[in-house]
């Protein structure tokens, strides 16, 4: 069965800095990977997502990440974060020919001044 | 302007008293499912469809029901809510893309 990891709960950064948040992946094939945010009291908006060809993925906000399959992580960045990106980070996996989409636990992040 | 809908978005009830939570979407998808999110779990599948008639069993569907009898509504109902189905709910839909449209969550809270 598919699994996420998302080894980091809370991460604090503060403005300005960069923020890499981890997902790791279990599962049998390559499968199609998400990263979802979610603002506090908001639902779920879709920051990337990974189907096939470049490894480096470019999404909204400003954030982007990469793939590895080597080690099966999917890790998302952003190269200076605003006080707006506080908020709750999901990892998501689907695999090819599926539908279930599975989450991580979730990274909350809180952005200091 | 393409979404999922959900009503309601807050629901406080008592243990025992059946309630539904409606989802709509307007995007002619096939797929739709309800997910619950709960602090450090993320979020997990309850059910399923996979189109009209069609419903399937996800990762969490004790104590839930759902129906599918119009392509564009997938209620979620809880027959008997107890105080352990307090959570956020989520219904998605999808399309013949892998990437799933979330409606704006439901808080629900049972007494």
């Known amino acids: 069965a598919q699994s996420v990891t998302q080894p980091d709960i809370h991460i604090t950064v503060s403005e300005g800095a960069s923020l890499e948040l981890r997902c790791n992946y279990s599962?049998?094939?390559?499968?199609?990977l998400f990263w979802y945010v979610q603002s506090p009291g908001q639902g779920l908006q879709l920051l990337l997502k990974y189907f096939s060809g470049d490894t480096l993925v470019q999404g909204i906000k400003g954030f982007e990440a990469e793939f590895k399959r080597s080690q099966s992580s999917f890790n998302l960045r952003k190269p200076s974060v605003h006080w707006s990106d506080a908020a709750e980070y999901f990892c998501?996996?689907?695999?090819?020919?599926?539908?279930?989409?599975?989450f991580g636990a979730g990274t909350t992040v809180t952005v200091r001044a | 302007e393409a979404q999922v809908t959900q009503n309601p978005r807050y629901l406080i009830t008592v243990t025992g008293k059946k309630l539904t939570v409606t989802c709509s979407q307007n995007?002619?998808?096939?797929?739709m499912s309800w997910y619950r999110q709960d602090p450090g779990l993320g979020l997990r599948q309850i059910y399923y469809s996979m189109n009209v008639e069609v419903t399937d069993k996800g990762d969490v569907p004790e104590g839930y029901k759902v129906s599918r009898k119009e392509k564009r509504n997938f209620p979620l109902i809880l027959e008997s809510p107890s105080p352990n189905q307090t959570s956020l709910y989520f219904c998605?839909?999808?399309?013949?893309?892998?990437?799933?449209?979330f409606g704006p969550g439901t808080r629900l809270t049972v007494l």
């Open positions: 995007m002619n998808h096939e797929y």
């Open positions: 599962y049998g094939a390559t499968p199609y």
């Open positions: 998501a996996v689907v695999g090819v020919n599926d539908y279930k989409l599975s």
């Open positions: 998605a839909s999808k399309g013949r893309v892998h990437e799933q449209f």
